[in-house]
């Protein structure tokens, strides 16, 4: 009697055991911590009836039914801990375990083994590309700025194990060309691959943790106060005084363990000693960025360390070229002006990992160099001031060439204004599509704006210009006309 009784509690509690996933499912008795990482939820089939008589329920129900069976987070992350501490094996694609329990990508070896190598052509284009439309922005007063960010393969290349490591392995080749390059042009750039391992071993707190992706809190913040000094130091902007002041610590940011969460495990693994920055700051001076990046950049964004240097309102942050983030907006990449969001910006950026150098960076100036007709910001004001001798030409030929001066008068008429009015309007005109349609003009009129910034260089021109008796804007224009030449010819 005994028995029997035992074997029915037995039976009982196991047939209601079979039944406790199905409740958790339909009622959550228990909170369970959903699963992490980047996935599609599966929608519950609709319409059961046409399904069931099509013979299609149970095959589209199947998933759904797997994927949200009670406890299974719950499991799910047991399983993974358990080949995790007795085995070291990760249930994902995308991720590896380095030495000492650092998390890398395994799409970032390419970069280490130089496998992702552009070739010197693609290079050498790129760079001359650069340079022309580095030395475009500067004439408009628009500085753009390289800046080299390690990724965390090579950043820690030691702790990467041999199995992923080919014959290749060595500085990254698209690195060094390009570094070199903009040292040889006098092309400014911040190298934080260089910075980052001058500091790596010294009482810095970390600047990569072994769960995240990124560099932590801490290094974007030591890159932004570099790039704040930089911008301080080499361009005519109001000064911030953003600084770090020091280090605290804090409960681990999330973005500084973004990686060990989508490993889906039941315990916290071991991480570094993260500290977090301590800021000071009194200027309230914010610059109008424009950041031209991957996803290093979310440590300054989410962070709201952006915000000590530049406004969240008008700072735009081109990712991948692909989607453009502003404030708290996300829309296309085809959605923007790009020849008016650059008028309006004080400083372009452009920020690159070195497993991402033959990407956004090559897009972004491949895009302006397509633009590049249209990336000077013409005014009247430029106009009538470096062109006057050329519109006294133009309105004189107006004045010798009868129809037209009969269609000028016409058209002064029906806008109410005086002939000469028109004529000049007329005339700049013609001049700035002249320029914008003509290579050449197009350089002279860079180099017109080069020369004007400098006094001393104005000073020579004005007194060319009292010897030749002509005006000063005629030999400002001709002095342009000749460097150009004499460049042209060197080349040649």
Not at 176 to 204: L, P, R, S, V
Not at 315 to 334: D, M
């Amino acid at each position: 009697m005994k028995n029997s009784i035992l074997k029915h509690i037995i039976l009982t509690t196991l047939v209601l055991l079979l039944f406790i996933p199905l409740i958790q499912e339909n009622f959550s008795v228990f909170s369970i911590k959903p699963l992490e990482g980047a996935f599609t939820p599966l929608q519950k089939p609709d319409s059961l009836m046409e399904n069931w008589f099509l013979g299609k329920f149970q095959e589209k129900y199947d998933p759904y039914f797997n994927e949200n069976i009670g406890f299974r987070p719950f499991f799910i992350r047991l399983n993974n801990q358990i080949d995790f501490s007795l085995f070291s094996k990760l249930h994902s694609n995308d991720l590896y375990l380095g030495n000492n329990g650092y998390l890398f990508r395994p799409s970032e070896n390419y970069s280490i083994n130089n496998n992702d190598y552009l070739g010197e052509k693609k290079l050498i284009d790129f760079c001359e590309n650069y340079k022309s439309i580095y030395d475009s922005l500067l004439n408009i007063g628009k500085p753009l700025l390289y800046i080299f960010a390690p990724s965390k393969t090579n950043f820690l290349k030691e702790y990467i194990p041999e199995k992923y490591l080919t014959k290749n392995f060595e500085e990254n080749k698209n690195y060094i060309h390009i570094k070199n390059y903009f040292k040889a042009n006098n092309i400014k750039f911040i190298d934080f691959y260089h910075y980052f391992n001058t500091i790596k071993n010294t009482n810095t707190p970390p600047l990569y943790s072994k769960g995240g992706i990124h560099w932590t809190q801490y290094g974007a913040a030591i890159a932004l106060d570099s790039i704040n000094k930089f911008i301080n130091l080499n361009y005519n902007f109001t000064k911030n005084d953003f600084k770090i002041i020091g280090a605290e610590k804090k409960e681990i940011w999330i973005e500084d363990n973004d990686m060990n969460r989508i490993l889906n495990l039941m315990f916290k693994r071991n991480e570094l000693n993260l500290l977090y920055p301590k800021i000071h700051q009194t200027s309230k001076h914010r610059l109008k960025g424009l950041f031209i990046t991957d996803s290093y950049y979310f440590a300054l964004s989410w962070s709201k360390l952006n915000d000590y240097v530049f406004d969240n309102e008008e700072t735009q942050y081109w990712y991948y070229l692909k989607s453009v983030r502003q404030a708290n907006k996300t829309f296309p990449i085809e959605d923007v002006d790009i020849n008016s969001t650059i008028n309006k910006t004080d400083v372009i950026i452009i920020l690159a990992t070195t497993a991402n150098l033959g990407r956004h960076p090559i897009d972004f100036i491949s895009l302006l160099k397509s633009n590049g007709k249209s990336l000077i910001n013409f005014t009247d004001d430029d106009i009538l001031n470096y062109y006057q001798f050329k519109i006294k030409g133009i309105v004189n030929d107006m004045n010798k060439t009868p129809i037209w001066k009969s269609k000028l008068i016409e058209k002064a008429e029906n806008k109410g204004v005086s002939l000469d009015s028109i004529m000049k309007l007329d005339a700049i005109w013609l001049i700035k599509n002249q320029i914008k349609n003509n290579t050449k003009e197009l350089e002279i009129y860079r180099i017109i704006k080069k020369i004007n910034k400098d006094s001393d260089w104005m000073k020579i021109i004005n007194q060319k210009s009292k010897k030749n008796k002509i005006s000063f804007y005629e030999q400002l224009y001709i002095d342009a006309k000749w460097i150009l030449e004499t460049d042209n010819n060197k080349q040649q």
